[in-house]
């Protein structure tokens, strides 16, 4: 079964450039999170997608955002980029079965996309 | 309320020890708490989550150890391997949340 994929990879960009980052999920998985990873700063929670529909959002300025398509894939667009938005993001899925559980089901990690400003 | 605080740092031990790592929270909502193991240029692996209803759960060399009363769990690693020299990372989540909050992570180092 293919786990989490993310693209591209890395991605250089200079300062008040936008970056779009793409991410399908596992199979069957209809939730998607993304993380970032700032050196020094751990994991930040940055977004939650499911069915479509934001879920919830990290405390984090509106220039990052997203979207959730019909085949669950998604992508992260972050507008108007600063220094300190290189870090690496991670993209998760998990599936969603309802109930009291609904949003607290295992995540599973794709290898992420690093992000350089120049 | 939101913080998971982990500790130690970095924890380093020799292959066949017992590295123990050790996270706390606040919020009483919180009711799922995974580990996760982060290689260098990977991201991070699920490898063992607990929930509240039990005290203990192991899979493999990796146990969680959860105490709900002083709102803290641990992952203990039994005889431990080079390979598994990563980072650690501890997590809680809640319903309806979606968000997983992290602790700083642990650099575990096993020597030959």
């Known amino acids: 079964e293919a786990g989490v994929t993310q693209s591209p990879t890395h991605l250089i960009k200079t300062r008040g450039q936008q970056a779009t980052l793409r991410c399908s999920p596992i199979?069957?998985?209809?939730?998607v999170y993304w993380y970032q990873q700032a050196l020094g700063l751990g994991l930040q929670f940055l977004l939650w997608?499911?069915?479509?529909?934001?879920?919830n959002r990290g405390n984090f300025p509106p220039r990052f955002s997203g979207r959730q398509f019909p085949n669950y894939s998604s992508e992260l667009n972050v507008n108007a980029l600063e220094l300190e938005d290189s870090a690496l993001y991670l993209c998760?899925?998990?599936?969603?079965?309802?109930?009291?559980?609904?949003?607290?089901?295992?995540?599973?990690f794709g290898d992420g996309t690093r992000l350089s400003i120049l | 309320q939101q913080q998971v605080k982990q500790s130690p740092q970095s924890l380093i031990v020799q292959k066949g020890g017992i590295p123990i790592i050790n996270c706390a929270y606040e919020?009483?909502?919180?009711?799922?708490f995974p580990w996760y193991q982060q290689f260098p240029g990977k991201g991070p692996a699920l490898l063992i989550a607990i929930r509240p209803d039990v005290s203990e759960k192991k899979e493999g060399r990796f146990t969680i150890s959860f105490n709900k009363s002083a709102k803290q769990f641990s992952l203990h690693i039994m005889d431990s391997q080079p390979g598994d020299s990563a980072t650690y990372f501890c997590a809680a989540s809640k319903p309806s949340y979606g968000k997983l909050t992290f602790g700083q992570g642990t650099i575990l180092t096993v020597h030959p």
């Open positions: 919020n009483t909502a919180f009711d799922y």
């Open positions: 199979s069957g998985h209809t939730s």
């Open positions: 997608y499911d069915e479509g529909e934001e879920r």
């Open positions: 998760a899925s998990s599936p969603n079965p309802g109930g009291f559980n609904w949003g607290n089901q295992p995540q599973h």
